[in-house]
């Protein structure tokens, strides 16, 4: 399974959208340099005020550019970067993609998937609605997250929007993504 990277994104404050960058430099076992969510232990204000010496498991946040085509259908406008992410790829089903998937991005740069990003109200904030176009259920009732999954550096490196991205799926039994 492949695809390429459309956008990067990075913020240094903590804000919703980050601007797009030319490229972004991953840190082994950190994140995105210079990004507000990038560390060892958890940077996001809600899990830092629950435990903040539990392990970063969101240090990148990966979106399907087909998505916003998608809400684009229900009148939403969404752009890369808008809705927080640092990568937004195209062609790759990273919805699909077992947990413990390594992407392979650009020259160097490996990332681990960790999970699905759980949605939060700030989407509705950027766009009254948008949530429920992100956030759903399928026909057995069961919630579907859409807003892009959760990984961790493993090799660090720069990445360029239009670097390929290669999924290399982890050997044993598929273990469907869960929210991190």
Known sequence: MS????????NGEYSFTKPNRDSITLLTGLGVEGDV????TVKHRSRVAQDPTRPNLRQVHLMHEELFAEVGEG?????????GENITTRGIDLLALPTGTLLRIG????????????????IDRFQDGLLKQVVGRDEAG???R??????????????RPGDT????????PHRPLEKV
Do not use: W, Y
Not at 37 to 40: L, N
Not at 75 to 83: I, N, R, T
Not at 148 to 157: F, H, K, N
Not at 165 to 172: K, T, V
């Open 165 to 172: 991205i290669e999924a290399e799926l982890p050997s044993g």
């Open 107 to 122: 020259d160097s740069a490996v990332l681990e998937v960790t999970g699905l990003r759980n949605p939060c109200v700030q």
């Open 142 to 144: 069961n919630i579907v």
């Open 75 to 83: 009148g939403f406008k969404v752009a890369p970067g808008e809705l």
């Open 3 to 10: 695809g390429h990277v459309t956008a990067v994104s990075s």
């Open 37 to 40: 969510h990038a560390g060892v």
């Open 146 to 159: 859409k807003a892009g999954i959760m990984s961790v550096v493993r090799e660090g490196g720069v990445v």
